[in-house]
């Protein structure tokens, strides 16, 4: 057998690997034109709704109609893509090799599809509203863990209500390449520092309670900001080099941010590294978890 044309398990694991990546992709291999169309249909549809309930969101929070049909399209596109391989495999076992050209089913024309798309959806901006990211670092625990992947909202006016508290996308001042996701701490007028691992806002000590332990030296707090918004962080009680940092008054357009990982985040308290965060750079809001390697926090809504 050619390495570059595979055997028939071979086409198999390839038809359901590249339907699961992108529905009907593998029926297309498997040369099912007609359930190739369904299951490319299936999944546009359900792309769009996700812009109808974005768009008609723009909200701070996701009201429950909008957070349970976000959970129940989530949950649609897992079964979705795991239906679409399963039916793949199935049409690749069944296909006759020589129904269709040599290159046809060669592992380096379909890794180059593959690739392609990949660089496809990198370059396409999110025009649509919403945009799905992964988390490659362990700076937002315990509200995201590394490889959770979540959507963002990104919508004119999602993007207008954005307030102390919420969980953003944002291109990395310095590089306009690199997606970094943060915790808004504190807006544009305000002024912000860290005092002995405290947050003061304004000149107010941002007040915190005790959770309890996270781990050896770590602790669980739930911070209030001055908006009402609170959320947990961890904090580590031997210090950090970020516990004490200079007073810094935002710009008329600046956000300040932070990773709810307290001592193990690099964010607007690091001016080389990241600053102070222009609201033209925010790519999208946090709206809701889609997949992690945690079952019990897929369909949750990132608060």
């Known amino acids: 057998m050619n390495r570059g044309n595979p055997s028939g398990r071979g086409r198999a694991l390839w038809a359901a690997l590249l339907s699961l990546v992108i529905p009907g992709l593998g029926q297309v291999y498997a040369r099912r034109l ?54 793949a495999w199935r049409a690749a076992r069944r296909g006759r090799e020589a129904s269709c050209p040599h290159w046809w089913r060669s592992t380096w024309t379909w890794g180059a599809v ?19 990211f992964s988390v490659p670092s362990a700076s937002m625990l315990p509200t995201l863990e590394v490889g959770d992947r979540f959507v963002t909202i990104g919508t004119e006016p999602a993007l207008a209500a954005i307030a102390p508290g919420d969980v953003i996308v944002f291109l990395l001042p310095r590089d306009h390449s690199t997606d970094y996701v943060k915790r808004v701490v504190a807006m544009p007028g305000q002024t912000i520092e860290m005092r002995h691992g405290t947050i003061r806002i304004d000149g107010q000590d941002v007040p915190h309670q005790d959770l309890g332990p996270a781990g050896p030296g770590v602790r669980r707090w739930r ?22 940092t200079p007073e810094v008054t935002l710009g008329p357009d600046q956000l ?24 033209d750079l925010v790519v999208g809001r946090a ?5 992690s390697h ?10």
Not at 287 to 291: N, Y
């Open 287 to 291: 709206a809701v978890i889609f997949w």
């Open 114 to 132: 593959l690739g392609s798309i990949s660089l496809a959806f990198e370059l396409l901006p999110g025009d649509l509203g919403w945009q799905a």
């Open 34 to 87: 007609r359930a190739a169309a369904l299951f490319a249909a299936l999944s546009i549809g359900i792309s769009a709704l996700f812009v109808v309930i974005s768009e008609a969101s723009g909200q701070v929070t996701l009201t429950p109609a909008a957070l349970g049909g976000c959970l129940l399209l989530a949950l649609a596109t897992v079964v979705l893509n795991v239906t679409a391989a399963g039916h």
């Open 223 to 244: 911070l209030t900001l001055p908006n009402g918004r609170s959320y947990v962080v961890l904090k580590t009680l031997a210090g950090g080099v970020l516990d004490d």
């Open 256 to 279: 300040f941010v932070m990773g709810d990982n307290l001592d193990n985040s690099l964010d607007s308290r690091v001016p080389s590294a990241v600053g102070p965060v222009p609201r």
């Open 294 to 303: 945690d079952p019990s926090r897929i369909g949750a809504a990132v608060h």
